[in-house]
């Protein structure tokens, strides 16, 4: 089955730095890959995905890039903000549907 | 409108106990999920419901692990006989059969 492997599992930046965070997966008919935001106490929210179709997504501050032959995909925050501070996951879904997460990485944004 | 929901939000038991959680997805949604968040690690999948299908369990980490969906709507999951290494979150999310998931806020469930 669909293995997913992120890294680092901590992450702290100076506010306005950039961020990245890093997946790789074992299924290659993964077609999907999210990227969730969870704040402490909360659910995990979607804040970006991409598609296998695609290499790259941008949507302001956040871009999440897809390399298929080598099965990775990153997550980069620009311009890093204290509220971007917590633990972001990364996902595949293979074709049977489920998303398989990845470990979590916790951000921390010191002002 | 209104998210997905989980009751109770917190969950106190003795070891032994069985324990019921509840999912109430987004109206509409036709797939529901279960996942378990144990502390400082990541969302481990337990069962998916897609519409009328056949639930996929093969998440269910044994047979004291049970899950319904009834009506296509309501979930609940119950866990019989609990241990303590069954503490953790328990999170729900629902779509509508496309890609995002929508999570609820979770279920704390501490077993003494």
């Known amino acids: 089955g669909e293995n997913v492997e992120q890294h680092p599992s901590t992450l702290s930046v100076q506010e306005g730095d950039s961020a990245v965070i890093k997946c790789t997966y074992s299924?290659?008919?993964?077609?999907?890959f999210p990227w969730y935001k969870q704040e402490l106490g909360k659910g995990p929210q979607l804040i970006i995905d991409?598609?296998?179709?695609?290499g790259e997504k941008k949507d302001q501050r956040i871009a999440v890039t897809l390399n298929k032959t080598a099965k990775h995909f990153s997550l980069h925050i620009t311009e890093t903000q204290p509220e971007d501070s917590a633990v972001y996951f990364c996902?595949?879904?293979?074709?049977?549907?489920?998303?398989?997460f990845g470990q979590g990485t916790e951000l921390s944004v010191k002002p | 409108g209104a998210g997905v929901s989980q009751s109770p939000s917190n969950k106190v038991t003795e070891k032994g106990k069985d324990v019921e959680l509840r999912c109430d997805p987004i109206?509409?949604?036709?797939?529901l999920y279960w996942y378990r968040q144990s502390l400082g690690q990541g969302l481990e999948f337990l069962i998916y419901?897609?519409?009328?299908?056949?639930?996929?369990k093969s998440g269910l980490p044994s047979d004291r692990f049970s899950a319904e969906r009834t009506g296509g709507s309501v979930s609940t999951l119950t866990i019989q006989r609990t241990q303590q290494e069954d503490s953790a979150v328990y999170l729900c999310?629902?779509?509508?059969?496309?890609?995002?998931?929508?999570f609820g806020p979770g279920t704390r469930l501490t077993v003494l």
């Open positions: 299924d290659s008919a993964s077609n999907y």
């Open positions: 419901f897609q519409g009328n299908s056949a639930p996929d």
């Open positions: 999310a629902s779509s509508l059969g496309g890609d995002e998931q929508f």
């Open positions: 996902a595949a879904r293979s074709l049977g549907g489920k998303l398989i």
């Open positions: 991409i598609r296998s179709n695609v």
């Open positions: 109206s509409g949604h036709t797939a």
